[in-house]
């Protein structure tokens, strides 16, 4: 069986205030249990799971990159006792401060492939703004130093909250670097965290007319869009992403890790210490397990495919589920349809328009 790998490394130097995601910027001290314990989960994944050959590794978090090179080697070492693809990509995300040349040439030589940084923007209103602990001109020498080590790398940009001239001049510095990726985020203002504890709110017209005008600037640059937030050259498109979308069997391994495998989806726990306790005690750190049963796997597979600019194809999705997705999703269909906010092409079921992939929550929503 195929699988993709992700591991998550829970801490950071400081939390950000738009920052929902795991991670600590207090717990420094449990690195080495938590690493210990990381380890030994993989371990007993794999000893379950002996016959699955690992096609992707993601190491995000958090901060990956605040782990020490031998750190890393030991994670990669681990997964590497197992059956790894020829061709596997290996991806790490890097934050700017970390992305010194020293460092990272030992990412090159422990076999990463491809680096991710999170430089977030190139203009110090907007990273100060953001509270990042880096400057713009730490954002362009970072992509620097990288793309002397790796062919393969992918920047960050969060936006949506600027002022529009901040953000043409902010895209125009992105694609002045031969960077093969770009994750663009809108800054979303989540419930956790100290933005939205200060009201900080957004205009919808100023995202959708940056939104609009991200996808159409980066395409002039070849950089194509093929994911709602994910855009890149041909042939550089994250293959770990991909596995998302496209429904394979994945494993998320650490605190608050997802996994889908065989068409289970399982979720561990998002608590450090009962997380590390638990490995320690023999445990599954697993807080909960689904077991999706055949109208859901069909419905799941179907909206992970509508994120894609490439939609879904209708005969390919059919054979491999078994199902007629048109008569299975008859009346949403025809009524988006009407809507125009789907459309079917050559064969596929897309999203009608960039403007129409800003509602894709609610479009989506009409297929759970
Ligand atoms: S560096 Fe990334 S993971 Fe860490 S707090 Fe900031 S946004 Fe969150």
Same mark, same amino acid.
């Given at each position: 069986m195929n699988l993709y790998v992700y591991i998550h490394i829970? %801490?950071? %130097?400081k939390k950000c205030p738009y920052c929902s995601f795991?991670?600590? @910027?207090? &717990?420094? $001290?449990t690195k080495q249990n938590y690493l210990s314990a990381l380890k030994k989960e993989i371990e007993n994944f794999f000893s379950n799971n002996n016959q699955c050959t690992i096609q992707t590794i993601y190491i995000g978090g958090g901060?990956?990159? &605040? &782990?020490?090179s031998d750190e890393l080697q030991s994670i990669l070492d681990s997964l590497r006792k197992n059956i790894v693809s020829k061709d596997c990509e290996v991806t790490i995300e890097v934050n700017p401060n970390n992305a010194n040349k020293t460092y990272l040439k030992l990412l090159k030589e422990m076999g990463i492939t491809r680096v991710s940084l999170g430089?977030?923007?190139? $203009?110090n209103k907007k990273l100060q703004f953001l509270n990042r602990l880096h400057d713009s001109k730490q954002s362009f020498q970072s992509v620097e130093n990288t793309l002397e080590f790796f062919k393969n790398v992918s920047i960050d940009l969060i936006y949506g909250f600027e002022d529009f001239s901040d953000f043409q001049e902010d895209l125009k510095y992105a694609v002045? &670097?031969?960077?093969?990726?770009i994750s663009a985020y809108i800054l979303s203002i989540e419930r956790s965290t100290s933005f939205y504890r200060q009201k900080i709110a957004l205009s919808e017209e100023n995202v959708e007319k940056q939104f609009l005008y991200l996808v159409k600037f980066l395409k002039t640059h070849k950089? %194509?869009? %093929? @994911?709602?937030?994910n855009f890149a050259k041909?042939?550089?498109?994250?293959k770990h992403n991909q596995a998302y979308w496209q429904n394979c069997n994945y494993v998320g391994l650490g605190l608050s890790a997802s996994s889908y495998i065989n068409e289970v989806r399982y979720k561990n726990t998002d608590k450090l210490d009962e997380y590390i306790n638990k490995i320690f005690e023999?445990?599954?750190?697993?807080?909960k397990r689904e077991k999706l049963g055949p109208k859901r796997k069909i419905k799941e597979a179907f909206i992970l495919g509508l994120r894609?600019? $490439?939609?879904? $194809?209708i005969e390919q999705f059919n054979n491999k589920y078994n199902c007629n997705i048109e008569d299975f999703f008859k009346s949403q269909l025809s009524n988006h349809y009407q809507l125009k906010t789907l459309k079917k092409i050559n064969g596929s079921i897309k999203i009608a328009n960039p403007k129409k992939l800003l509602i894709s929550n609610y479009i989506l929503s009409d297929f759970i």
């Open positions: 829970p %801490y950071c %130097y795991v991670s600590y @910027e207090k &717990l420094l $001290n901060t990956p990159s &605040l &782990l020490k430089t977030q923007s190139f $203009n002045s &670097l031969p960077i093969k990726h950089i %194509y869009q %093929y @994911e709602i937030s041909k042939g550089f498109e994250s023999g445990k599954d750190p697993i807080k894609t600019i $490439n939609g879904v $194809n």
